[in-house]
């Protein structure tokens, strides 16, 4: 079943088209993988996604509800949250207040915000930095850091934007445990990733994006050995190029 | 260190604990100093711990960089003025008026900048309180110009203004500890920290700066409005871009984003003020040098220095 449906949507940028008619669907439960080459619009999608971009035209709908052009923060609370590429997180707050205003932000009163807080602390293993200035924390830290901003109440819909970007494994291997958790008790994502292997790993779908528009969408094996995905990531291929989508993620289906 | 010195509510409770000591020795002032001219002084420096304590909210604790302090305490010593002068209404009804007016025109001035930050916004404020000061400087039928208009006072002595006044600090910081340990101390943080961040976690970010503008605004017409009673005179002259200026000067030496670097700020800086005015008018000169040599050094002020070195230090 669709809990998010992306429907025709465009915007441009002084004429140029960054995001193009581009339609998808996110079903409730679900890893979507949102992947495409620099520049394709994937970030720009989550812009307008989550509130921070009013699409020229197009729609998007929760549950066949329309929520286009709705504020971020409308949508926080609707369940739509959002992890940031640059993350977005309060410098001069402490870790632990970081969640706690987290929660209080969602409408959560203070007493099982603390409670919440508190597990996530321990879950992310933010422990030993939980009284630190989240500006004193690391690139990994903070991206921990948002991930238990957006789960301090679950969201309908998170949208995790390159969260593996320059995290250090043990970290990665902490955040994909968590989005494998939360995914088994019903969690949705949106993952935007330049790391083939974690989509493959992650992800049944994917949606690939080139130049503001959607070149492929379906199972992420599928997409990946999609002739026209390769094309936008690799280039023309020289004749006698036998480069595989499989290649391209770095694994195989074993993997998964 | 306490580690639990590093939590907001420590931290503000920490903060607000040290600025109620000030105001106790505050009041133990005039049982020291006898002389109408010294208490008159640091009855003065109070008021501007006041405006200081509001500019500190919205600016430390929001970062709206607002450069309209002294114009809101020139408002409300204006509201109180006219209704005394005009209507005879009692200072009972007139000085809240006061409070009220200042706090629907920062309403409409935080609806107005909602949209901009950084340089932007703080030009649009001092606009604004151009306008307000030369509108009020020329209204001579209204207003009486530059000549100021006489205002009715609450009482003749001097120490028992003296108490007002700090009675009227000591609610302004209860007030103030309040609204930050609660949602909105940390919504208005949140915003100042990160307003796209903020947004994205589901703070209503036009609310937060607007209610920010309100109770700032609101606290700096309740300070010029009982100046005007206790000077018995207002005038344009209270909305100077100077007395802005000063007030700056007392948050970034005393430390930003905090209750008693405020407080702390607004006190010793005055005082210095006044004791360098036997030297000639260099204090603007001074307190300019010092702002520079803070906000690049010392960017947590004198009270970031005691703090940090007392107890990890407050935000």
């Known amino acids: 079943m669709s809990l998010l449906t992306v429907d025709h949507l465009s915007v441009q940028f002084g004429g140029v088209a960054a995001v193009d008619d581009v339609s998808f669907d996110l079903r409730a439960g679900e890893i979507l993988g949102l992947i495409g080459p620099n520049g394709s619009g994937k970030t720009t999608v989550l812009n307008l996604l989550s509130g921070f971009l009013a699409p020229r035209s197009g729609r998007v709908q929760m549950e066949g509800v329309d929520i286009t052009g709705l504020a971020a923060n409308q949508l926080a609370h609707r369940g739509v949250l959002r992890m940031f590429q640059m993350t977005r997180v309060f410098s001069r707050m402490s870790a632990f207040d970081n969640l706690l205003t987290a929660g209080l932000a969602r409408g959560i009163d203070e007493t099982e915000s603390r409670r919440r807080a508190d597990a996530l602390i321990e879950e992310l293993t933010l422990g030993p930095v939980r009284f630190l200035d989240a500006g004193q924390l690391s690139g990994g830290q903070r991206k921990l850091l948002e991930f238990g901003m957006c789960f301090i109440e679950p969201p309908r819909v998170a949208m995790l934007d390159e969260p593996f970007a320059a995290v250090h494994p043990v970290m990665r291997d902490v955040m994909a445990a968590f989005i494998r958790t939360r995914h088994a008790q019903g969690a949705t994502f949106l993952l935007v990733s330049h790391d083939m292997p974690i989509v493959v790993d992650l992800c049944q779908r994917a949606v690939c994006m080139n130049a503001g528009k959607v070149i492929a969408a379906g199972d992420v094996h599928a997409v990946l050995k999609d002739h026209e995905v390769i094309e936008a990531y690799l280039g023309e291929p020289a004749e006698g190029d036998s480069t595989t989508g499989l290649e391209l993620a770095g694994g195989d289906e074993g993997s998964r | ?280 008018n260099v204090q603007i000169i001074v307190f300019a040098l010092l702002v520079i040599v803070f906000a690049r050094y010392l960017p947590g002020g004198l009270w970031g220095l005691v703090a940090g070195r007392l107890r990890g230090g407050p935000r």
Not at chain 2, 191 to 211: C, H, Y
């Open chain 2, 1 to 280: 260190m306490s580690p639990g010195g590093r939590l907001w509510s420590e931290r503000l409770r920490f903060d607000v604990r040290a600025t109620l000591v000030i105001c106790a020795a505050l009041a133990l002032v005039p049982l020291v100093v006898t002389g109408p001219y010294a208490l008159g002084i640091i009855l003065v420096s109070i008021y501007f711990a006041i405006i200081a304590l509001a500019w500190n909210l919205l600016a430390g604790y929001a970062g709206q960089f607002s450069l309209a302090p002294a114009a809101f305490a020139m408002i409300g010593a204006y509201t109180t003025a006219l209704l005394d002068h005009y209507g005879h209404v009692p200072l009972a009804i007139g000085i809240p008026a006061a409070v009220v007016s200042t706090a629907l025109l920062g309403w409409v001035l935080g609806k107005l900048v909602l949209k901009l930050s950084g340089p932007y916004l703080s030009l649009t404020t001092l606009a604004f309180a151009e306008i307000a000061r030369v509108v009020i400087g020329n209204s001579h039928e209204f207003t009486r110009g530059d000549q100021g208009m006489h205002v009715a006072t609450l009482t003749q002595s001097r120490v028992a203004y003296y108490y007002i006044f700090l009675a009227t600090l000591v609610a302004v910081v209860a007030v103030l500890y309040a609204m930050l340990r609660g949602r909105l101390g940390r919504f208005m943080t949140a915003l100042r920290d990160d307003p796209v961040g903020a947004s994205s976690r589901g703070i209503d970010v036009v609310r937060t700066k607007s209610i920010a503008f309100c109770v700032s605004c609101a606290l700096c017409g309740l300070a010029g409005s009982l100046y005007g009673t206790f000077s018995q005179l207002v005038s344009p002259e209270l909305g100077l871009l100077q007395q802005t200026g000063l007030v700056l000067a007392m948050v970034v030496i005393g430390g930003m984003s905090s209750l008693t670097g405020a407080v702390a700020g607004a006190i010793l800086v005055y005082l210095s003020s006044e004791w360098m005015r036997g030297f000639g």
